[in-house]
């Protein structure tokens, strides 16, 4: 029979194998999605407006949950956003018929009252999904924006 001060190496040893073995059958969530800000204004006019634009697109076999909570809220310095918090519905990308998901779509004017530098600050919040998981995810942006 061993002694246990023998088994213990043996007992770390295989806990640490079923334990990288777990984390590798597990995946990353921020791997499933891209969030783009694209299509953004990044210079305007005082007193013209501008518009913020914020995309999810989820990767093969995943999707952004439309039964979890989404939001989405906005600030600007310099700049007023002509909304401050939005959720699903504010989405301008709606599903076709047949499919089960769509990707979410934001498009928000905002106003830039004095030249200067702003930006909008935006916080998101939502929930990315495949078979195996659901994962709540927090991104936060800051994007500048030149006002002439």
Not at 67 to 72: C, D, G, W, Y
Not at 94 to 103: C, I, L, R, T, Y
């Amino acid at each position: 029979m061993l002694h246990p001060r023998r088994l213990a190496p043996v007992v770390a040893l295989w806990g640490a194998l079923v334990w990288t073995q777990a984390r590798a059958d597990e995946v990353d969530p921020t791997s499933l999605y891209e969030v783009s800000t694209e299509g953004t204004s990044t210079k305007v006019k005082a007193g013209e407006k501008g518009v913020f634009v914020l995309s999810i697109k989820s990767k093969q076999g995943a999707h952004v949950s439309d039964e979890a909570p989404l939001k989405l809220q906005l600030k600007g310095t310099q700049l007023a956003p002509a909304k401050e918090q939005l959720g699903r519905e504010d989405s301008v990308a709606k599903k076709a018929e047949g499919q089960s998901f769509v990707d979410p779509r934001f498009e928000v004017p905002f106003t830039a009252a004095a030249a200067g530098k702003g930006t909008v600050d935006a916080k998101l919040t939502f929930f990315i999904c495949t078979e195996k998981l659901c994962a709540r995810q927090q991104k936060t942006f800051s994007i500048p924006v030149e006002v002439q």
